[in-house]
């Protein structure tokens, strides 16, 4: 129905009643055959309202409708001639009932409609109609006792809302709840807890996921990520699981009998990887460790119930993958001990707490031609402490990169001061490898120390192009451009040393310590270290055996043509130990190092 026709039918009520603002003045008792000018006002009413992108319509002060326009009709899709002037706002619900368009849950609006409608005081609500589109709706009044209601289909805004909602609070690639919905979870969590409920948190990491993307491409990776999501939000029960990082889970486990109910929710998610995921027509496996902490036993606020749980899993991954550790508060002693000493180690350098060893490195004829040279660092309080220990610590601060630039110049200095040219190997962390200029690093102390770059040995693992292999490459092949040799250190403990030795032309190998250890003991090590030096032969590569102990070790490596590095040779020492070695005089009469 068009505004005109309601209009030129509603005329007796309309006059004086509709604001100014809706109705021109000259349309306001409009006599279209007496004044012409009526006649256009009247049209431009009516075009201006049923042009109106919103739906509209007017009541009277009796609550019965006196006019709407096209929009309000299209939008809620009432039959043609079903509204008229003078409809009850019940006859109106009963129109758009009929076209499927009422208030879906009409209860909840009711007593605001009511409201707006009786007491005639502005107000406006959204809600969702049968078809499931979203309507916003606002009432105003006018002063002359009438009011207004004006309709807009927001459905695609809304819809745009909740997806953006969705996404900051949702993981993209499984679906899953993100950090911030993790964090606004356990906070209620810990906020609704009363008393003696207990809940627990359980954090899950996905091991090796690193090496599934390196071996299998980011895009299975991501699918498998997926699935394992998948798997684990089967197997979570209703408890609450997000994914916090690449690899890592979490789940509040609802409130329960705890540990008990958490511990069979440990087993059930551990278990979803127990049959290897299929993606990509591979068949991937992996395993899942789990630290877990309970509420309030092991932290009654958030920061602690998670960090406990955090150190739960800190010791379950140094206990085994695929494990499940609960918290102890042993744990956070551990978890206090380590930050200060990753504190400590990164003030070490400026304390001038570290200090450089060197160990003697002998030709199979027992000569030496160098030294390794290995970081010591003397801690005010706990003494030496171990590179084993402080280098990962290093490592996961960062510290790392300072310490290894200072070693590798103060390696280069010394060996630089020598009189006799023998080689200097140094440690390269990968961690190193992620800063670009490591070769420009390397080439800047060289230039600075005027060492020959032919003496200078940098010893890496695997684990330098597990990272990044393309660009540990290249940065590896700029290196060796330098002049410099690269070793690759603890030959055999890692996965991939074969075909790292194919992709790289390395200068040595290092075997490591452990084979070195079982050469009397176990056929199988001598078996591997004679295979690792028949590899050597056939790459033309320089081999050395670490950990050299006994004359029985050394004797077996000699006779294979073996460089040897380790006690029997000579410990890691201040290079003052080893003056007789780098003048090229005869050892001191008290040394125990076996010289050439
Ligand atoms: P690595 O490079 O494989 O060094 C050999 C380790 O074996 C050294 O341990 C050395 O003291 C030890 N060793 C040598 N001979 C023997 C022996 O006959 N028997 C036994 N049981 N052990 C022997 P250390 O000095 O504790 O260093 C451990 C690891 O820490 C090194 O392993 C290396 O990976 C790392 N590291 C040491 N210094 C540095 C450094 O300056 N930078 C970096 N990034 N890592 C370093
Ligand atoms: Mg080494
Ligand atoms: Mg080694």
């Given amino acids: 129905m068009s505004l005109r026709h309601t209009f030129a039918r509603a005329t007796s009520r309309l006059a004086g009643l509709l604001p100014d603002a809706v109705l021109p003045r000259a349309a306001r008792a409009p006599d279209p055959a007496a004044d012409p000018n009526a006649t256009t006002a009247m049209e431009k009413l009516d075009a201006a309202l049923n042009n109106m992108s919103h739906g509209l319509c007017m009541f009277g002060p009796d609550d019965r409708l006196m006019l709407w326009n096209d929009r309000y009709v299209r939008m809620y899709k009432i039959a043609p001639g079903r509204l008229r002037v003078g409809s009850t706002l019940e006859e109106m619900l009963d129109a758009r009932k009929e076209a499927g368009t009422a208030y879906r849950d009409l209860g909840q609006y009711d007593s605001k409609l009511t409201n707006a409608i009786t007491k005639r005081s502005p107000d406006s609500l959204v809600a969702e109609l049968d078809d499931g589109r979203i309507v916003n709706v606002s009432y105003r009044p006018t002063h002359n006792g009438c009011w207004v209601s004006t309709h807009e289909d927001i459905t695609e805004r809304a819809q745009n809302e909740a997806r953006i909602a969705h996404l900051a609070f949702h993981d993209q690639l499984t679906g899953l709840p993100n950090r911030v919905a993790f964090n606004e979870h356990i906070a209620a969590a810990v906020h609704n807890a009363a008393g003696d409920t207990a809940f627990a948190v359980l954090c899950v990491d996905l091991d090796q996921f690193k090496e599934v993307n390196d071996v299998y491409g980011h895009s299975t990776g991501d699918r498998f990520l997926v699935e394992v999501g998948r798997r684990l939000l089967a197997a979570s029960d209703g408890a609450f699981l997000a994914r916090l990082g690449a690899d890592e889970f979490i789940v509040i486990a609802s409130v329960g009998p705890q540990p008990a109910m958490a511990?069979?929710?440990?087993?059930?998610?551990?278990?979803?990887?127990?049959?290897?995921?299929?993606?990509?027509?591979?068949?991937?496996?992996?395993?899942?460790?789990?630290?877990?902490?309970?509420?309030?036993?092991?932290?009654?606020?958030?920061?602690?119930?998670?960090?406990?749980?955090?150190?739960?899993?800190?010791?379950?991954?140094?206990?085994?993958?695929?494990?499940?550790?609960?918290?102890?508060?042993?744990?956070?002693?551990?978890?206090?001990?380590?930050?200060?000493?990753?504190?400590?180690?990164?003030?070490?350098?400026?304390?001038?707490?570290?200090?450089?060893?060197?160990?003697?490195?002998?030709?199979?004829?027992?000569?030496?031609?160098?030294?390794?040279?290995?970081?010591?660092?003397?801690?005010?309080?706990?003494?030496?402490?171990?590179?084993?220990?402080?280098?990962?610590?290093?490592?996961?601060?960062?510290?790392?990169?300072?310490?290894?630039?200072?070693?590798?110049?103060?390696?280069?200095?010394?060996?630089?001061?020598?009189?006799?040219?023998?080689?200097?190997?140094?440690?390269?962390?990968?961690?190193?490898?992620?800063?670009?200029?490591?070769?420009?690093?390397?080439?800047?102390?060289?230039?600075?120390?005027?060492?020959?770059?032919?003496?200078?040995?940098?010893?890496?693992?695997?684990?330098?192009?597990?990272?990044?292999?393309?660009?540990?490459?290249?940065?590896?092949?700029?290196?060796?451009?330098?002049?410099?040799?690269?070793?690759?250190?603890?030959?055999?403990?890692?996965?991939?040393?074969?075909?790292?030795?194919?992709?790289?032309?390395?200068?040595?190998?290092?075997?490591?310590?452990?084979?070195?250890?079982?050469?009397?003991?176990?056929?199988?090590?001598?078996?591997?270290?004679?295979?690792?030096?028949?590899?050597?032969?056939?790459?033309?590569?320089?081999?050395?055996?670490?950990?050299?102990?006994?004359?029985?070790?050394?004797?077996?490596?000699?006779?294979?043509?073996?460089?040897?590095?380790?006690?029997?040779?000579?410990?890691?020492?201040?290079?003052?130990?080893?003056?007789?070695?780098?003048?090229?005089?005869?050892?001191?009469p008290e040394s125990a190092v076996i010289a050439s």
């Avoid at 040393?497 to 992709?503: D, R, V």
């Avoid at 028949?534 to 006779?559: C, D, K, N, S």
């Fill in 263 to 588: 511990e069979d929710l440990c087993t059930r998610l551990v278990a979803v990887l127990y049959q290897p995921v299929c993606v990509d027509g591979y068949e991937i496996e992996g395993s899942l460790t789990i630290g877990a902490s309970v509420y309030p036993l092991d932290g009654a606020d958030v920061d602690t119930l998670v960090g406990n749980a955090e150190a739960a899993l800190y010791r379950a991954k140094a206990d085994q993958r695929g494990s499940i550790r609960f918290f102890e508060p042993a744990m956070g002693r551990q978890i206090r001990e380590k930050r200060a000493l990753q504190h400590d180690i990164g003030a070490a350098l400026a304390r001038r707490e570290l200090q450089l060893h060197f160990q003697p490195q002998s030709l199979a004829g027992g000569e030496i031609f160098g030294f390794e040279a290995l970081l010591r660092w003397r801690h005010p309080e706990r003494g030496v402490v171990s590179p084993a220990i402080f280098i990962p610590l290093a490592e996961e601060t960062g510290a790392i990169g300072e310490i290894d630039e200072w070693v590798l110049r103060e390696a280069c200095r010394e060996a630089a001061s020598w009189p006799r040219p023998l080689s200097i190997a140094v440690n390269l962390s990968p961690v190193d490898f992620r800063r670009s200029d490591v070769a420009a690093m390397i080439l800047s102390v060289l230039l600075e120390t005027g060492l020959d770059p032919q003496r200078l040995e940098i010893e890496i693992t695997e684990g330098v192009l597990f990272e990044d292999f393309d660009r540990a490459l290249s940065i590896l092949r700029r290196i060796k451009n330098l002049g410099v040799r690269v070793a690759m250190d603890d030959f055999g403990t890692g996965y991939s040393s074969l075909s790292y030795l194919q992709a790289f032309p390395f200068d040595k190998i290092k075997i490591d310590q452990s084979f070195t250890a079982r050469i009397g003991s176990s056929f199988e090590a001598a078996a591997i270290i004679h295979a690792i030096l028949g590899l050597g032969r056939a790459l033309a590569l320089p081999v050395i055996a670490e950990g050299v102990e006994t004359e029985e070790q050394r004797a077996f490596l000699a006779q294979e043509g073996c460089e040897a590095q380790g006690y029997l040779i000579g410990r890691p020492e201040p290079i003052a130990r080893y003056r007789h070695l780098v003048d090229g005089m005869a050892a001191p």
